[in-house]
């Protein structure tokens, strides 16, 4: 695996590995990787010949008071890992060659960054949409993979690329989770051993509004109060939102209509660690 750390020698090589006719893949991380980052790159490795794993904090996406400066950062064991799961490239490039004095440019998907995290987190996602569109750039790929777990981050980057005619195609791989189901984050070592023993009562919370959606239940409010109940007898969790909304849309539903994908999506707080965690239900 090589690394590289300028635009200029990521797209030099990017460009050389599609002379050559080998299929590119990405997978854009910000790097503190954990076993679903590499789900995604070993599913990268089945789509393409080679496979570039850019590692970058980036520090448009995070909004005033959230944890750019304590986000973890590993480099050299993020390598390692990368590099183990059959990566071929790592670009890591720093923050000024992303954004070098002067940097005025960005770019903003409208209407489904409204709602949900965007409601949430003003601002993330233009840095999300702004990033992205750089690495796909830099990186030249025929495909590019991301996971559900940031599912309306996928929504947005999707949204984007058929907006600006990107020649890419986008893979979401499904939430990879802990034995006990908890989504894997780079986020879930701030939890406390308290907080790590009462956060999967999220995924037991969607897992609880599918179940009622398959058997029939169609009222999403009553829905989302079966979830805040579950979630607030079985923790201590301080609950952002509870969504039922459609999956491409993002758009919160009052009634679900039979043969409709939905998205069920929650945000809460253990102490000041925030996770985020979804499913994906098409309406019987």
Do not use: W
């Not at 954990?34 to 970058?56: C, N, P, Q, R, Y």
């Amino acid at each position: 695996m090589i690394v590289l750390g300028t635009v200029a020698d990521m797209q030099g090589a990017a460009e050389r590995l599609r002379r050559e006719g080998r299929r590119v893949g990405v997978v854009p991380t910000m790097g503190a990787l954990h076993e679903g980052h590499l789900t995604l790159i070993h599913k990268a490795k089945e789509l393409a010949d080679a496979v570039i794993v850019t590692l970058f904090v980036n520090p448009t996406q995070f909004i005033k008071g959230e944890d750019f400066e304590r986000y973890p950062r590993n480099t050299d064991r993020d390598r390692e890992l990368a590099a183990r799961a059959g990566a071929d490239v790592l670009f890591a490039p720093a923050a000024h060659t992303m954004y070098p004095e002067g940097y005025h440019t960005f770019v903003s998907v409208e209407t489904i960054t409204d709602v949900l995290e965007g409601a949430v987190r003003p601002g993330h996602f233009r840095g999300v949409a702004t990033v992205v569109a750089k690495l796909l750039n830099c990186t030249k790929p025929h495909v590019a993979v991301f996971g559900q777990k940031d599912a309306q981050q996928a929504a947005v980057i999707r949204r984007l690329v058929a907006d600006l005619n990107f020649d890419v195609e986008v893979v979401v791989v499904p939430t990879v989770r802990e034995s006990d189901g908890l989504a894997m984050s780079s986020r879930n070592g701030y939890l406390s051993p308290a907080d790590r023993a009462e956060a999967p009562v999220l995924f037991r919370a969607l897992q609880r509004a599918e179940r009622v959606i398959l058997e029939g239940g169609r009222d999403p409010v009553t829905i989302k109060s079966t979830m805040e109940v579950m979630i607030r007898t079985g923790s201590s969790a301080a609950i952002d939102y509870l969504s039922i909304a459609d999956a491409v849309t993002l758009q919160e539903q009052t009634i679900l209509h039979s043969g409709r994908e939905i998205l069920i999506s929650l945000a809460a707080r253990f102490g000041s660690t925030r996770l985020i965690d979804n499913v994906q239900v098409v309406v019987p």
